[in-house]
């Protein structure tokens, strides 16, 4: 299992948790799923603006730092 299946193993248990959803959308980025990681972008910004914030920073990050 990969980190983005226990990822959505957990939220399955927690529908819609804002820190399930930053993680799931952190390990999507690094595993080639950047359109779903931005979806979740998108979701978060509209319940959470600054965790939506340091997802697009974390994301950032980890293409150029």
């Known amino acids: ?12 248990l927690s529908p819609g948790h ?16 950047r359109e779903e990681a931005e979806r979740i972008r998108l979701l978060l ?3 959470d603006a600054d965790l939506a914030q340091r997802l697009d920073q974390a994301i950032s990050c980890s293409v150029s730092c």
């Not at 299992?1 to 399955?12: E, F, K, P, S, Y």
């Not at 804002?18 to 799923?33: E, K, V």
Request: glycine share 6%; no cysteine.
């Open 45 to 47: 910004a509209q319940s």
């Open 1 to 12: 299992r990969t980190a983005v299946d226990v990822l959505q193993h957990a939220l399955a």
């Open 18 to 33: 804002p820190d399930m959803l930053f993680h799931i959308a952190l390990a999507l980025s690094r595993t080639g799923g």
